[in-house]
């Protein structure tokens, strides 16, 4: 009792047709993904600059940069709007709200947006002196903590290999230029106070070596255009400079007295590396809203390259023929065991160049190019995932820090002949019985590529 | 120039609910992929036993089961006018044409509806005796597994734990009945020509394999009603019996005559088994029925709270304190290092039990669980891909049977102490030169969980 087969044959073109759709409405998600990205990174360096004017501002007691904080906080106030803006246009507005969005990027956003209205009161306590440098830095920190999470679940919910890439290479590069700016500040405390002890010590080259780590990952997932600019600003004098002085403060004895001059120093270089930092951010950030709407156009110009073809095979006398093409294709395995010899020879006639067949076929080999190129990119995410995760126990459980937790998974992997991840895994599941007793607290001092999502986990756990 | 405060934090609050909106959309398209795949098994069903019958009927030329296949012929229209009502009903009425749907499994669906339609003309050669049972069975495998293919799509998206684990499962077993069910045709084969030979021998053992392997990942993800549900199947007496029929025919030398009764008895165990398989199939997909939508309820009972509590918040005064919470919370790491000994205390009195802040930490807490438990399945899932990828390889550069594939890399894994997935990986990153070149037609007879994608995949290779 077949059914109808012109009716029939029509459904399976539709689904064809609906699954390039599909693809065109992901894509389309993503360049608005992108283009958040984008506007994060310009209110997160705002905000960064706001947070090194407020220090100084706080710890001269209002005498200096004052005109510079109203200033700065009137060029926060542009990239906020700008960033509602956005979040109004492309999340919020009627025509598009049945348009699917993810839970997990959305929920940063709320968290974000609630630490940013919580902005206008920090401000207040900064402009009554209600708050220390230390403690003002801290929320700051907080606040752009979360905008980055935001970058950072852009990239983990793309599905588009070289945008995820880029993506991934961005997050880690606003990471990297975030502890640069916490490593300034800590330097600016050092110098505030005229001297650094061990602790500062300590703290400044867990920063340092917490900006390695986000530029390897960097590394990993850049383009060759952004490898290129990176190196050009590691190698430009500022850098240099920066690196001798990072030297010279490293040889301060605890409590030796400092000039003056070295703090301004210090600022202006570190200050000249990060809007180096910022300028290849914008570059970047260029580059991903290119690339991500490029993949749109692609993707529409085969959409409409599908419909001319079925018009095309229609309009050649094309019904449904050719017969039994997919069902008689020897590259398609069926029975299992029917190996060549026992083969059936396919009825002839059937591979026409350009059946609906070929159209689902080179379909199916687009999705399986795509969908392995983005599993392989996702593991490498995955498997940093495990090992921050695995580092946050050994620190809870040893009582290490960040640094000595990371080289005694690094020492027991090239012990066990085993990469990181699987030392990780082994960390993990040994651990796992502990987790739900202390239910992430403790991972607080993580700080690479997850330290994001812990973080806004945290805020929950 | 702070903004003003009303506006922002009734921005937070709206992409609070849209995150939670977003949750529900999500979990109403698994909803559909588990109706899809509870029709799927059904039309799988149907399609098996047209299998069957169509091979006895071509065998006896045309003398037996022309009645029965007629019939099932019904059965087969029935259950497939099912599948195509929902397909329109779920992925083409316009008022659902906005919701977001993905690539992959549509595609996999055209593939199946392309193939469903070629079934007339399968059946019309059947009907004139122009296929052999052999060409018959084959394409009727083609068939289903494209219709497997949707199923093992719609698991792979899913993006709920415990309903991927139950799709999974059930992808699973429905691909174990198949390998049964290909079984009992080879062994029908057998019996028609009065003959076991060595090769028949080999393929009965390799889908005996094929069953084992595919039942153990279904164990894996399964849940303990569905275990014990298997365990009694495998314990009753047709399974033990049928047990002992496959040991017989194992022992039948090259050539050895058989007597004609057993051929029935075979078919009739052969049917019992799978039947009571088919079943715990209907259990299974009436479970994730049940499950999915709880999912959705449950989901939707959340958003009504967050609506209560939030209108309740407002009616009690609540504007937008608890000034700072997020800020100044301690338990969300800021500044690096500025760990407990400099921490600065919360400004008092921002805790209250129900403030926005409350509910968004919660739901942070609650995707934070829901990827963690997500990540651990899907991690399970890809290691098994990659696996049979690796298997693939080993199968097409050293001319392997699978089996032989298969017990290689374990070896290798017991020697090197490490796992089956990390030998996998070294394969896989050896043989990745060579891919390319031969472009995957070579893992033809791989065969557990990701066969069916790599059969949709080989049809555009």
């Known amino acids: 009792m077949p059914t109808d087969m012109s009716l029939t044959s029509d459904d399976a073109e539709k689904f064809l047709l609906a699954a390039k759709r599909a693809e065109i409405q992901a894509l389309e998600r993503l360049v608005g993904s992108c283009e958040l990205a984008t506007t994060v990174s310009d209110l997160v360096h705002q905000l960064q600059r706001e947070r090194g004017i407020s220090n100084i501002y706080l710890v001269s007691a209002g005498f200096r940069f004052s005109g510079q904080r109203q200033q700065q906080i009137r060029n926060c106030a542009a990239s906020e709007a700008a960033f509602r803006r956005l979040l109004h246009h492309r999340y919020l507005q009627s025509t598009r709200s049945d348009s699917p969005q993810n839970m997990r990027l959305l929920n940063s956003i709320a968290y974000s947006l609630h630490g940013l209205d919580e902005l206008a009161n920090l401000r207040r306590h900064v402009d009554a002196f209600e708050v220390s440098a230390l403690e003002s830095t801290d929320a700051f920190c907080r606040l752009i903590a979360g905008l980055l999470s935001v970058v950072f679940e852009a990239a983990d919910v793309a599905d588009d290999p070289e945008v995820t890439r880029l993506l991934v290479a961005l997050f880690n590069f606003m990471q990297a230029k975030e502890f640069s700016g916490q490593e300034r500040a800590w330097g600016a405390i050092g110098f505030a106070g005229s001297r650094f002890d061990e602790k500062l010590h300590e703290r400044l080259a867990q920063l340092q070596d917490c900006q390695r780590r986000s530029l390897e990952l960097f590394a990993e997932f850049a383009g060759e255009t952004e490898l290129a600019r990176w190196r050009a600003v590691e190698d430009c004098q500022e850098s ?41 951010e914008d570059a970047m950030a260029a580059r991903l809203l290119q690339v991500s ?87 490498a995410l995955t498997e940093r995932k495990r090992v921050e995760r695995a580092k946050g126990i050994l620190m809870r459980r040893l009582r290490l820090t960040e640094e000595d937790a990371y080289r005694t998974m690094q020492t027991r992997a090239m012990e066990m002949n085993l990469k990181l991840a699987d030392v990780a895994e082994k960390i993990l599941q040994i651990g796992s019985g502990e987790r739900s007793a202390s239910d992430g607290v403790s991972d607080s001092a993580s700080s690479t590529s997850e330290k994001q999502t812990v973080e806004a986990g945290k805020a929950g756990a």
Request: no cysteine; hydrophobic share 35%; charged share 25%.
């Open 293 to 379: 709407r490029q993949r749109v156009a692609e993707s529409q110009s085969e959409l409409g390259h599908h419909y001319a073809q079925l018009q095309r095979m229609k309009s050649t006398g094309w019904t449904r023929p050719p017969a039994l093409a997919v069902l008689f294709d020897p590259e398609v395995p069926g029975l299992y065991g029917s190996t060549p010899d026992t083969m059936v020879t396919p009825l002839p006639g059937q591979h026409l160049a350009h059946s609906l067949y070929d159209l689902i076929r080179s379909q199916v080999a687009h999705i399986h190019r795509v969908s392995e190129e983005l599993e392989q990119t996702r593991r």
């Open 240 to 280: 240099r400079d920066l690196q001798r002085l990072r030297g010279v403060i490293a040889g301060l004895k605890d409590g030796e007295p400092i000039a003056a001059e070295i703090s301004e120093v210090w600022y202006e270089l570190a200050t000249a590396r990060i809007d180096a930092m910022h300028r290849l």
